[in-house]
């Protein structure tokens, strides 16, 4: 018998949003969580027992991330000036979310390389899940993810940086 759905929200909910988040900001994410779940909660009746429910989720959020993305597209937004950034995010089990420097480091990767790095990083897919989930195969989803790390290792933060806001 299959667990609780509540249970599944539980276990697997801050992961998913580290993915929306990684995937979309921290403006777009919460939504993007939300509607991951309500999407999960319609299916999680004919979801087979035996389902990679952690790669089911993500598939989903990658699925509403690309929505996200399509509907930001078609919605320009005229402005007299460039609004400040929102808040540092949401606080509770997302704790981990707090460094806005990487995250500015990771939204600035092209897509393809973010979603690989939030889907194997972040989520903990291996690369043949992260292939099934963005389309591709294994290896060309693991040369995005280290091209994805290696420009984050030349974006982010340099030691000396990170040593002096400790």
């Known amino acids: 018998m299959k667990e609780p759905f509540e249970r599944v929200v539980s276990e ?47 598939t989903i959020a990658h699925r509403k991330a690309i929505d ?16 400040e950034p929102r808040g540092a ?15 500015r480091s990771l939204a600035a990767l092209p897509p393809k390389q973010r979603q690989c790095v939030a889907y194997h990083h972040v989520a903990g897919l291996p690369y043949a899940e992260v292939a099934a989930v ?14 994805g790390i290696a420009a984050l ?3 982010y933060l340099t030691r000396e940086d990170v040593i002096s806001h400790v």
Do not use: K
Not at 13 to 40: H, I, K, N, Q, Y
Not at 89 to 103: F, I, M, T
């Open 12 to 58: 697997h909910g801050p992961t998913v949003l580290r993915v929306c988040r990684a995937a979309l900001g921290a403006v777009d994410a919460d939504d993007a969580w939300s509607e991951t779940f309500l999407a999960a909660l319609r299916a999680w009746p004919e979801l087979p027992e035996d389902a990679n429910v952690r790669a089911w989720l993500i």
């Open 89 to 103: 995010g949401p606080q509770g089990p997302e704790e981990a979310l707090a460094d806005d420097a990487l995250w």
């Open 153 to 155: 290792r030349r974006t």
């Open 68 to 83: 996200v993305h399509r509907g930001t597209a078609r919605r320009p937004v005229p402005v007299d000036t460039v609004p």
């Open 134 to 147: 963005i389309g591709g195969t294994e290896a060309a989803a693991r040369r995005a993810a280290a091209d």
